[in-house]
């Protein structure tokens, strides 16, 4: 795997807000699409959501790529539930579900957000408005600035490089 990647960058997606919040310098490994270990469980979140996903509620909606939990509605507008393990990336979770609602907003469906933490018996209603749409429009500005970059953002060691699934490529 090398260090600078030649390769067109992805679209901005639910992911790349997730990671955004985590550290930037995976959003550039991700958005360039240097995937360490296919098989690695801490990258991919959709497989690790489906686990928690809550089993009556079978209703799922298939947009850009992701699914989202449609959890009913509410004065008139969808609800999108999103799952997840726990709060501790709760910001991030936010704002990643902050960013569908916004995607959703610009296909023309109107919806309100519910952010689970089911090992916490825990609810959050998450909803759009001009403020955080004017955040998620500086998060994508910033993302697309990072990944055009050449090179990734220098690593710098959090707590969540332990679980990475570039920890090998970061600090071997
Ligand atoms: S190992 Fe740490 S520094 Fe490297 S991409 Fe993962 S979180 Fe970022």
């Known amino acids: 795997m090398s260090l600078a ?3 067109e960058p992805l679209g901005i997606n639910g992911t790349l807000i997730w990671y955004y919040f985590i550290c930037k310098r995976e959003v550039w490994l991700m958005a360039r699409q240097l995937n360490p270990d296919e098989h690695d ?3 991919e979140w959709g497989r690790f959501l489906h686990e928690w996903r809550y089993a009556r509620e079978k209703k799922e909606l298939s947009f850009q790529n992701v699914r989202l939990d449609i959890a009913g509605e509410r004065d008139g507008k969808l609800v999108v539930a999103e799952v997840k393990k726990s709060s501790k ?3 991030s979770a936010e704002m990643q579900l902050l960013f569908y609602l916004w995607k959703l ?4 469906v109107e919806a309100v957000g519910e952010l689970r933490f089911p090992e916490e018996k825990r609810r959050e209603n998450i909803q ?4 955080s749409v004017e955040k ?3 998060v994508v500005s910033d993302i697309r600035r990072i990944v055009a970059a050449v090179v990734p953002p220098k690593a710098e060691k959090i707590g969540f490089c332990k679980n990475c699934a570039y920890r090998e490529f970061c600090w071997a």
């Open 128 to 131: 759009l408005d001009d403020v």
């Open 136 to 138: 998620l429009k500086a």
């Open 5 to 7: 990647s030649e390769r």
């Open 89 to 91: 990336y709760r910001k």
């Open 41 to 43: 469980e801490n990258l």
């Open 105 to 108: 907003r610009e296909a023309g």
